[in-house]
T-cell receptor, first 111, second 116 residues
Framework: EDKVVQSPLSLVVHEGDTVTLNCSYE??????LLWYKQEKKAPTFLFML??SGIEKKSGRLSSILDKKELSSILNITATQTGDSAIYLC???????????WGLGTSLAVNP | GAGVSQSPRYKVAKRGQDVALRCDPI?????LFWYQQALGQGPEFLTY????????KSGLPSDRFFAERPEGSVSTLKIQRTQQEDSAVYLC??????????????FGEGSRLTVL
C-alpha cells in the first residue's frame, strides 16, 4: 500500500532556529512530491519536486528530493513565529496519479 | 473569483440529517478535488472532477456521499443521513492542470462539519 510518512510529528523551536522536516515515501510509480503549509485555514502550496538533487528555494525555505533514499527534506532557516503551521507532504504516484498525503509536521516557533 | 470559496464555513448537523457543501473554484480551473481532513490528520482524497466529469470517486467512504459538478464550475458535496464519524473539515481544491497531482492545488478554507 502506498504511504507517505513525515517526521517529526511535532516540533517546538525558538525564533531564529533552523529546522529540517522530513518526508519519506513508499509508492508505486512516483511522479512528484509536493510540500504545503497549513495554518488555521487552507493548505498553501510551497514546492513541487520531481528531480532528485535539485534544490528549490523560496526565501528562507528550501527543499530537495532524494529519489535514492525515497525522501525529501524541507528546511526553514532563521525561523519566525509566522512559520508556525502544519507542514504537509504529498506524493503524486500510481497510474491514477493520485496524491497521497502524510499526516504533517506541526511546527511551533516561540518568540 | 480570486480564490476557492467554500460554504458554509461551519455546519452543525444532527445525526441522520442530510448536508450539502458547496465549492466555487477559481474561474477557469479544469480540475476540482474534494478532500476530508479529520483532526490531526492529513487530507484524505474523496473525489476528482475534470470539468463536469467525475473521473475518480474511489475515495468516497460510502454511498451516503455524493458529489457533482454539473456545469464544470461550482461543485456540491452531499452527505446523506450523516453519522458522527462524518465530522471533519471538507476541503475543496482546484487546479488549472488536468489530472491529479500534476500541478499546484489551490485550496478553499474548508467546511467544518460537526455531527451531533
Amino acid at each position: 500500500e502506498d504511504k507517505v510518512v513525515q517526521s517529526p510529528l511535532s516540533l517546538v523551536v525558538h525564533e531564529g532556529d533552523t529546522v529540517t522536516l522530513n518526508c519519506s515515501y513508499e509508492v508505486t510509480n512516483f511522479r512528484s512530491l509536493l510540500w504545503y503549509k497549513q495554518e488555521k485555514k487552507a493548505p498553501t502550496f510551497l514546492f513541487m519536486l520531481t528531480s532528485s538533487g535539485i534544490e528549490k528555494k523560496s526565501g528562507r525555505l528550501s527543499s530537495i528530493l532524494d529519489k535514492k533514499e525515497l525522501s525529501s527534506i524541507l528546511n526553514i532557516t532563521a525561523t519566525q513565529t509566522g512559520d508556525s503551521a502544519i507542514y504537509l507532504c504529498a506524493v503524486n504516484a500510481g497510474n491514477n496519479r493520485k496524491l497521497i498525503w502524510g499526516l504533517g509536521t506541526s511546527l511551533a516557533v516561540n518568540p | 473569483g480570486a480564490g476557492v470559496s467554500q460554504s458554509p464555513r461551519y455546519k452543525v448537523a444532527k445525526r441522520g440529517q442530510d448536508v450539502a457543501l458547496r465549492c466555487d473554484p477559481i474561474s477557469g480551473h479544469v480540475s476540482l478535488f474534494w478532500y476530508q481532513q479529520a483532526l490531526g490528520q492529513g487530507p484524505e482524497f474523496l473525489t476528482y472532477f475534470q470539468n463536469e466529469a467525475q473521473l475518480d470517486k474511489s475515495g468516497l467512504p460510502s454511498d451516503r456521499f455524493f458529489a457533482e459538478r454539473p456545469e464544470g464550475s461550482v461543485s456540491t458535496l452531499k452527505i446523506q443521513r450523516t453519522q458522527q464519524e462524518d465530522s471533519a473539515v471538507y476541503l475543496c481544491a482546484s487546479s488549472p492542470a488536468r489530472g491529479q497531482g500534476t500541478g499546484e492545488l489551490f485550496f478553499g478554507e474548508g467546511s467544518r462539519l460537526t455531527v451531533l
